[in-house]
C-alpha cells in the first residue's frame, strides 16, 4: 500500500488554465484540411471552419491557441495573408513538405477561429526573416484603435474594430530553424523587436522572448541576465522521443514493446528536471517570479504514419501518449508557480495531437481524453502532494512508477490526478487528505489492456474514459487501485 497525502489546509497558487494551451502551425494537414476547409467544402462548417473539430475543441476549454508557427513562423509574412484570398500572395512551405502555401488562413482567420473556440490568441512574430517594421506594423493592424495606416487597411479587409492580442511571442527557435542565433545576438534582438511590440489602447501584450532548446541552461542565463526586465515569459521546447535521437529513427507510433515504453515514459520525466534547472536560473534574475516559464512546444514525436508526407508530421496516438499527457500536466501543475503557460504540439493532425481528421471524418485520440479529464485543474487552486512512489524497474533503469498532482477548486471540490506508468503492476494507494474530511469521491479511467491501443476512423472509441469504480471512501481517507498503464482523475467531497 503506497501512502499518500493531499494537505488541504494551504493551498500553493493557481494553476494557470494557460497551462492546457494548444499549438496550430501551418504544417501538414494541421490548418488545411484539419481546421480549416473553406465556405464552399462539403464538409459541414461555419465559416470554412469545420464543424465537428470545432465542437471537439469547444469541449476541452482551450484557454489559448498558439500559431502561426513554429518554423513556419520565422518565414511567415503577414501582410501575404491578409485582404481577398485570391489575391493573397502564395509562398513554398519550406519547413514543412515544400508544398505550396496559399495563405487563405491569416491573421483575420486566426482571429476568428479563436472567437469561435472562445480562446485567446498567441502570436509568434517573424524575427527570423522579418524586420522590426514589419512586426510593429502586424501589432498595430491587430490592436490599435483609432487612425492610422494599419488601422485603416485593417478596416478595408473587414474589421472595424481591434482585436485584443493578450499574448506574442518574438521569434521562434531562434537557435536553430529562426537563425541559427546565438543567445547573446538574440538577446540584443528581442531587446530590439520587443521594443516595437506596444500596447495600443487597453490592449496589453505579454511578451514571450525565445527560450532554450531542451537544456540549453546557457541561452537561458543570457536572456534572463541581458533581457529579463523587458519580457514576460521565456519559451522552453522539449519533446518526448522513445530513442531519444533527433538524428536516426525516433521509433514507431503504434509499433512497440515494453523497451519503448518504459524509454518514452523515462524521456518524459525529464520535463521535470528541465523546469527545475531552467527555474533556478531564473530565480537568480527574476527572484519574484514574474517571468512565467512558457513550455509552448511539448509532446511525443515519433515517425511518420507509414506512406505519408515525410514533412507533414502526421502520427497516430495511443495509450501511451495518453500517459505523456498526464505526466506532463502533473509536472506542470506541481511548478506553477513559475510554468504559467504549455502548448501541446499539435492540436490536430501533426503530432501528439488531440484530434484526426480524414474527409469529413474525425475521431478523439487517448490524449484528447486525458486533456477533457484534467480540465477540472483549470485555474483551480493547487494543493501539495506528499508520496514516496515505488520503484518502476525494467532491466537496469528505473523511474517512478506514480505521476500526481492535486488541486481544490472555487466550489471546494477536491481533484487528483494520478497516472499508473507501469505496465503490467496496479498501485494501491491510501491518501489522507490532511484539513479535510471527504465523504463522497467519483472519477474517470483511461486504460486499456494493449499498450499500443489507439482510435481508428473504423472504432473511434477503442481508448475512450470510463467511470473509475477503483476508489472509496473509508472513515475520511480515500483508498483506490489503479490499474496498470492507466490514467485517473477524481473528485473528492
Request: glycine residues 10%; charged residues 20%; aromatic residues 10%.
Amino acid at each position: 500500500m503506497i501512502n499518500m497525502q493531499i494537505d488541504t489546509k494551504q493551498t500553493k497558487g493557481t494553476i494557470s488554465r494557460y497551462i492546457y494551451g494548444q499549438f496550430a502551425e501551418h504544417l501538414g494537414r494541421c490548418v488545411y484540411e484539419g481546421i480549416w476547409v473553406g465556405e464552399d467544402s462539403p464538409i459541414p462548417n461555419t465559416e470554412g471552419y469545420r464543424n465537428d473539430v470545432l465542437e471537439a475543441l469547444r469541449k476541452i476549454n482551450i484557454p489559448v491557441l498558439r500559431w502561426p508557427g513554429g518554423c513556419f513562423a520565422d518565414e511567415y509574412h503577414w501582410m501575404d495573408g491578409i485582404g481577398p484570398r485570391s489575391r493573397r500572395a502564395r509562398m513554398i512551405n519550406t519547413h514543412w513538405g515544400g508544398v505550396e502555401e496559399n495563405n487563405h488562413f491569416g491573421t483575420h482567420e486566426f482571429l476568428r477561429l479563436c472567437e469561435l473556440l472562445d480562446t485567446e490568441p498567441y502570436i509568434s512574430g517573424n524575427v527570423g526573416s522579418g524586420t522590426v517594421r514589419e512586426m510593429q506594423q502586424w501589432v498595430e493592424y491587430m490592436t490599435f484603435d483609432g487612425e492610422s495606416p494599419m488601422a485603416a487597411m485593417r478596416k478595408e479587409n473587414g474589421r472595424e474594430q481591434p482585436w485584443k492580442l493578450p499574448f506574442f511571442g518574438v521569434g521562434n527557435e531562434n537557435w536553430g530553424c529562426g537563425g541559427n542565433m546565438r543567445p547573446e545576438y538574440y538577446a540584443d534582438l528581442y531587446r530590439h523587436y520587443s521594443t516595437y511590440v506596444r500596447n495600443y489602447g487597453g490592449n496589453r501584450v505579454y511578451k514571450i522572448a525565445c527560450g532554450p532548446n531542451t537544456a540549453d541552461y546557457h541561452w537561458t542565463e543570457v536572456l534572463m541576465r541581458e533581457a529579463a526586465g523587458l519580457m514576460d515569459g521565456l519559451s522552453l521546447h522539449y519533446y518526448t522521443l522513445p530513442t531519444g535521437n533527433w538524428a536516426g529513427n525516433k521509433g514507431s507510433a503504434t509499433e512497440f514493446g515494453i523497451d519503448e515504453w518504459f524509454s518514452t515514459l523515462k524521456n518524459t520525466q525529464y520535463m521535470e528536471e528541465l523546469i527545475v534547472k531552467h527555474s533556478r536560473i531564473m530565480d537568480k534574475y527574476d527572484p519574484e517570479g514574474r517571468v512565467g516559464l512558457i513550455v509552448d512546444e511539448w509532446g511525443g514525436w515519433y515517425d511518420v504514419e507509414p506512406g505519408t508526407n515525410p514533412g507533414f508530421l502526421y502520427q497516430q496516438n495511443t495509450l501511451r501518449d495518453a500517459l505523456i499527457a498526464g505526466i506532463n500536466l502533473n509536472i506542470f501543475h506541481n511548478y506553477s508557480q513559475r510554468v504559467k503557460m504549455a502548448n501541446i504540439a499539435q492540436v490536430v493532425n501533426v503530432l501528439q495531437a488531440m484530434v484526426l481528421t480524414e474527409g469529413d471524418r474525425m475521431l478523439l485520440t487517448p490524449t484528447y481524453h486525458v486533456f477533457d479529464m484534467f480540465k477540472v485543474h483549470q485555474d483551480a487552486e493547487r494543493l501539495e502532494v506528499s508520496f514516496e512512489s515505488p520503484d518502476y524497474k525494467h532491466g537496469a533503469e528505473k523511474i517512478p512508477q506514480l505521476s500526481a498532482s492535486a488541486s481544490v477548486d472555487a466550489v471546494g471540490v477536491i481533484h487528483l490526478s494520478v497516472c499508473n506508468l507501469h505496465h503490467a503492476e496496479t498501485a494501491s494507494i491510501r491518501c489522507c487528505l490532511n484539513g479535510a474530511e471527504g465523504k463522497q469521491v467519483t472519477g474517470s479511467l483511461l486504460t486499456h489492456s494493449s499498450l499500443n491501443a489507439h482510435n481508428t476512423f473504423g472504432n473511434p472509441d477503442e481508448v475512450a474514459p470510463v467511470p473509475f469504480t477503483g476508489a472509496r471512501m473509508e472513515a475520511g481517507e480515500l483508498v483506490l487501485k489503479l490499474p496498470p498503464a492507466s490514467v485517473v482523475v477524481l473528485s473528492i467531497v
